[in-house]
């Protein structure tokens, strides 16, 4: 039997490069369509007060790794492309196994770094005379559910920095205009804003919610991590009654996740409460829930958005994970599902199969069983978190990491378990099969709660 530190510290130090769970290039006739390695990403947000209306210049430096037209995504028509320095057009066209929609551009490029800078309005976003409020809500259970649903973005696989930069028009803005993100947020002058956010971010990663001062209750405590750093906690919500529970059981929620998993490793909490739909979605370090799902979306910061799925079929993973959680670390000495093919969709599937939260619980349950003799699940993820965090995994990863931890062989419980014919994974009949996602659509979300 080995123990977690001498089977972990050796084998874990290789780092996961570009390419891990990215999904295939593909032809398209007169090319390839190419998934391309995202390095940086400038986004300037232009207010148009005439309008009433909000635009963004996306400036994207990236690496092609072979000839082809270059893969992104935006959900509403960008109106201009330009591929170092030329002006081009896009196209919207379906993945080979039409899975899903992507754009790309209609300029083939050389292996080697490139710049393209994309325009377009803003989805969403409601302004008034005295600020903006716009919430980016994002699902995992939503085909193009990220943050291509507001600007342009990579695959989930893909991890670059990104810097926002807003231009006020009125001075006024900045006194009544706040922002609540996940990045951090300097004013560079009296009329414009920058966001940074972490260079691991994913599409999925991102938080930025920004209204007009007073339209939430706001109660800031703080968290004292163990590693002795002081995390800020902010609770805010449309109803004032409800924030102070959130915050007891927050506290509550992060103690008990850090003395089962680690350390709390994001710079923030944040948590948006509200009562009007049931569930909730998780960003990294941050959230938008109901009190019910209020543990199950914190877990969520360490699986899900700690250690990140890389595409679709590794999205079972954190659910799995987060669902068993939740209800405490129950085992089961038998695997209890077959092909249930969670993880064997088309590699352009880009959502979570829902047989995750069932399923997928399920096979944790097997494999906190057999990790028994170690510390159970529990140990097998504080040592996955210690050289995963703030990377994507996928199945394979996952599964490889696992072996290594435990020194048990997994590949034949996890083909049983998760691999199979996706077809058997329902994933139309059941829209919301956990009362802990969110009970309605990203934009019904969207319209309810910035
Ligand atoms: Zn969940």
Same mark, same amino acid.
């Given at each position: 039997?080995?123990?977690?530190?001498?089977?972990? =510290?050796?084998?874990?130090?290789?780092?996961?490069?570009?390419?891990?769970?990215?999904?295939?290039?593909?032809?398209?006739? &007169?090319?390839?369509?190419?998934?391309?390695?995202?390095?940086?990403?400038?986004? @300037?947000?232009?207010?148009?007060?005439?309008?009433?209306?909000?635009?963004?210049?996306? $400036?994207?430096?990236?690496?092609?790794?072979?000839?082809?037209?270059?893969?992104?995504?935006? @959900?509403?028509?960008?109106?201009?492309?330009?591929?170092?320095?030329?002006?081009?057009?896009?196209? +919207?066209?379906?993945? !080979?196994?039409?899975?899903?929609?992507?754009?790309?551009?209609?300029?083939?490029?050389?292996?080697? /770094?490139?710049?393209?800078?994309?325009?377009?309005?803003?989805?969403?976003?409601?302004?008034?005379?005295?600020?903006?409020?716009?919430?980016?809500?994002?699902?995992?259970?939503?085909?193009?559910?990220?943050?291509?649903?507001?600007?342009?973005?990579?695959? @989930?696989?893909?991890? =670059?920095?990104?810097?926002?930069?807003?231009?006020?028009?009125?001075?006024?803005?900045?006194?009544?205009?706040?922002?609540?993100?996940?990045? $951090?947020?300097?004013?560079?002058?009296?009329?414009?804003?920058?966001?940074?956010?972490?260079?691991?971010?994913?599409?999925?990663?991102?938080?930025?919610?920004?209204?007009?001062?007073?339209?939430?209750?706001?109660?800031?405590?703080?968290?004292?991590?163990?590693?002795?750093?002081?995390? !800020?906690?902010?609770?805010?919500?449309?109803?004032?009654?409800?924030?102070?529970?959130? @915050?007891?059981?927050?506290?509550?929620? +992060?103690?008990?996740?850090?003395?089962?998993?680690?350390?709390?490793?994001?710079?923030?909490?944040?948590?948006?409460?509200? %009562?009007?739909?049931?569930?909730?979605?998780?960003?990294?370090?941050?959230?938008?829930?109901?009190?019910?799902?209020?543990?199950?979306?914190?877990?969520?910061? *360490?699986?899900? /958005?700690?250690?990140?799925?890389?595409?679709?079929?590794?999205?079972?993973?954190?659910?799995?994970?987060?669902?068993?959680?939740?209800?405490?670390?129950? &085992?089961?000495?038998?695997?209890?599902?077959?092909?249930?093919?969670?993880?064997?969709?088309?590699?352009?599937?880009?959502?979570?199969?829902?047989?995750? *939260?069932?399923?997928?619980?399920?096979?944790?349950?097997?494999?906190?069983?057999?990790?028994?003799?170690?510390?159970?699940?529990?140990?097998?993820? /504080? %040592?996955?978190?210690?050289?995963?965090?703030?990377?994507?995994? $996928?199945?394979?990863?996952?599964?490889?990491?696992?072996?290594?931890?435990?020194?048990?062989?997994?590949?034949?419980?996890?083909?049983?378990?998760?691999?199979?014919?996706?077809?058997?994974?329902?994933?139309?009949?059941?829209?919301?099969?956990? !009362?802990?996602?969110?009970?309605?659509?990203?934009?019904?979300?969207?319209? +309810?709660?910035?």
């Amino acid at each position: 039997m080995k123990s977690w530190l001498g089977a972990a =510290a050796c084998l874990f130090v290789q780092s996961i490069a570009f390419g891990h769970g990215q999904p295939p290039s593909f032809s398209m006739g &007169s090319g390839n369509a190419i998934f391309v390695d995202i390095v940086n990403v400038q986004d @300037e947000i232009q207010v148009d007060h005439k309008q009433s209306k909000l635009f963004y210049q996306s $400036t994207i430096d990236f690496e092609a790794l072979e000839h082809g037209f270059p893969i992104f995504d935006v @959900e509403k028509d960008p109106t201009e492309v330009i591929m170092d320095g030329v002006p081009t057009t896009q196209a +919207l066209i379906k993945d !080979p196994t039409d899975e899903t929609k992507l754009r790309i551009a209609m300029q083939s490029v050389a292996p080697g /770094r490139h710049q393209m800078i994309i325009k377009g309005e803003i989805k969403g976003a409601a302004m008034g005379s005295s600020g903006i409020n716009w919430l980016w809500t994002m699902n995992d259970l939503t085909d193009r559910g990220f943050l291509e649903r507001y600007l342009p973005a990579n695959f @989930e696989f893909d991890q =670059a920095p990104r810097t926002l930069v807003f231009k006020f028009v009125r001075d006024s803005h900045k006194l009544n205009q706040r922002i609540v993100t996940n990045g $951090t947020v300097t004013w560079l002058s009296q009329d414009t804003l920058q966001i940074r956010f972490p260079e691991y971010f994913t599409s999925s990663s991102f938080y930025l919610h920004m209204y007009v001062e007073g339209r939430f209750t706001e109660l800031k405590s703080q968290f004292k991590t163990k590693d002795g750093r002081t995390v !800020p906690v902010l609770v805010y919500s449309s109803a004032a009654g409800i924030v102070g529970k959130f @915050e007891t059981q927050a506290h509550v929620s +992060l103690q008990d996740l850090e003395r089962r998993f680690g350390t709390w490793k994001h710079d923030q909490v944040i948590i948006y409460a509200q %009562e009007d739909v049931s569930g909730g979605m998780e960003y990294a370090g941050a959230t938008v829930t109901d009190f019910n799902s209020l543990n199950h979306e914190l877990i969520h910061s *360490y699986f899900a /958005r700690g250690i990140m799925p890389a595409n679709g079929n590794s999205g079972w993973i954190d659910e799995a994970i987060t669902t068993w959680a939740d209800h405490g670390s129950n &085992s089961a000495d038998s695997i209890g599902v077959v092909g249930t093919g969670m993880a064997s969709h088309s590699p352009y599937f880009r959502q979570t199969d829902r047989k995750a *939260y069932t399923s997928g619980a399920r096979f944790i349950r097997y494999l906190d069983h057999l990790f028994k003799p170690f510390g159970g699940m529990d140990g097998a993820l /504080r %040592e996955l978190l210690k050289f995963r965090l703030f990377n994507t995994i $996928t199945t394979e990863s996952f599964r490889s990491d696992l072996e290594t931890i435990s020194g048990l062989p997994l590949k034949s419980h996890f083909d049983q378990a998760v691999m199979g014919s996706p077809k058997s994974s329902n994933l139309s009949k059941t829209r919301y099969p956990n !009362p802990h996602h969110m009970s309605v659509t990203p934009d019904r979300a969207q319209k +309810l709660f910035q």
